[in-house]
């Protein structure tokens, strides 16, 4: 066998062993040791074997402790090395805004609320953000800076839903509840109740403003869905609602209008989602979404620069541009998201999480979609592979991620609409079809919001 220690790391062994062997009380095996070492008491004294004493368990343990680092280490390697292999370039340079994708830590996390966030929105222009809880407040956050602005009681049951918008030059929050109503506050008006819409029989599980394009483009309509199985529509001057959509089964959970405000997407406890053409006096679903095998939770509408890439997956060869809704995902607690098409196919299964999705978004470049769960993750979808899971940030939150939003793009050189900012980019999506560059700037801002309590700001 060949010579591994120096002769000096030799002798500190045999005597660290020898030691070891005495104070084990096995006086046998230590003098036979020092017999063949030829250690005599002039040498090896107590004086010695006090020193070394101890010495061997030490390392023993220090090696273990190593080890384990060692492997924990390599891990994270393996894990890092597999994202640079499929990051692009300028991704991987994290200065492109088409190719950003969030990353770990949060630049700030919000602490305030006193339940679980439910819900979050983004101001169209301002950098504030809302935030709803089953503490039945609304908290107004400065998400630039991570500090609390205000708070926000009228609700008296838990808040489920926020967003921004509403008539041009005047931006406003809308809130549903638990407790059957929808609010509406004035942003410029320190966030004065201005209006209350009773209706619904039922908890109000979701709220947005439909962008305008309809009804005369005012910008006034609002849509709501509901634990009733309904969805309805709002002219927030007046407070009335102005259509019911009937279709589900069961609780409607979530609805996200398109771009143009022409359609709304919804999806329900009864397993499905679906197409809703609000453009015609009485709407009906257009689409139904078939597929998932339990409770859809979140939907969104893709924007028109994933249009390429949802196309290439659905294998079709050139892009379609002939609606404002060609592509859609939805989330379920059957742990799975479904890309589907206009046609109400299902084009693509995205497989990965642990546990219920619970939101979903765009990344407004179009390459990406992202998720969060109830497995404490958010995760980064590449459409140019095929929907490939290509990032995950496992330590997103401390709990069950509820929501997440991405902060709507910069609108320049065009007179900002503030309903429509917002509205067109509920989940992500830019103003206009396809305006990524030039007139919309895609702002790499995204928040979440957990049962852990905290909001987290994800910012380049």
């Known amino acids: ?21 005495t104070a084990t009380k096995l006086p046998s095996s230590a003098a036979a040791l020092r017999a063949e070492l030829n250690l005599g008491e002039d040498v090896f004294d107590p004086a010695t074997a006090k020193k070394y004493e101890g010495l061997l368990e030490k390392k023993w343990t220090s090696v273990v402790r190593l ?3 060692i492997m924990d280490l390599e891990s994270r390697n393996s894990v890092l090395q597999s994202e640079l292999d499929t990051a692009t370039p300028t991704s991987r340079q994290n200065k492109d805004p ?13 602490q305030s609320h006193r339940n679980p966030i439910t819900c979050v929105a983004f101001h169209p222009i301002f950098s504030s953000l809302a935030s709803g809880s089953e503490d039945q407040t609304i908290k107004i956050w400065d998400w630039e800076l991570g500090e609390l602005e205000r708070t926000i009681k009228g609700h008296t049951k838990a808040v489920l839903d926020v967003d921004y918008g509403g008539p041009r030059g005047n931006t406003l929050l809308a809130s549903c509840s638990s407790d059957l109503t929808i609010k509406l506050w004035d942003p410029a008006d320190d966030y ?12 109000v599980s979701a709220v947005r403003f439909i962008p305008s394009g309809v009804a005369g483009g005012s910008g006034n309509l609002l849509v709501s869905a509901s634990r009733d199985k309904t969805l309805r529509i709002w002219d927030v001057s007046t407070g009335y ?3 019911t959509l009937r279709g589900h089964a069961e609780w409607v959970r979530d609805v996200c209008p398109s771009v143009d405000g022409k359609y709304i997407l919804s999806t329900s406890d009864d397993y ?32 028109a620069t994933a249009y390429a890439h949802l196309a290439t997956m659905a294998g079709i060869k050139k892009p379609p541009v002939t609606s404002s809704v060609e592509f859609m995902a939805t989330g379920s607690r059957d742990k799975s998201i479904r890309l589907w098409d206009a046609r109400g196919t299902c084009i693509k299964t995205l497989v990965g999480h642990d546990n219920w999705v619970r939101g979903l978004v765009f990344h407004p470049g179009g390459k990406y979609l992202l998720s969060v769960a109830d497995d404490y993750t958010l995760r980064c979808w590449d459409l140019m592979q095929e929907g490939r899971c290509v990032k995950t940030i496992s330590d997103a939150h401390g709990h069950f991620v509820q929501c997440i939003r991405w902060a709507p793009s910069v609108i320049k050189d065009v007179p900002v609409a503030n309903g429509d900012g917002q509205n067109g980019e509920t989940n992500g999506t830019p103003k206009k079809n396809g305006s990524v560059g030039g007139e919309a700037q895609i702002r790499c801002v995204i928040a979440t919001g957990s049962v852990d309590l905290n909001v987290r700001i994800f910012a380049n």
């Open 1 to 21: 066998m060949s010579q591994i220690l120096t002769s000096r790391q030799a002798e500190e062994l045999h005597r660290a062993i020898i030691a070891y062997l």
């Open 67 to 69: 080890q384990k680092k």
């Open 98 to 110: 088409v190719s950003w994708l969030p990353k770990s830590p949060a630049r700030h996390t919000l």
């Open 192 to 203: 004065k109740n201005i209006r209350t819409l009773p209706g619904h029989d039922h908890s």
């Open 241 to 243: 609602c102005v259509k």
């Open 272 to 303: 499905t989602g679906r197409l809703w053409d609000v453009s015609i006096p009485n709407p009906e679903p257009k689409v139904t979404l078939i597929g998932h095998e339990h409770v859809v939770l979140c939907c969104t509408i893709a924007p």
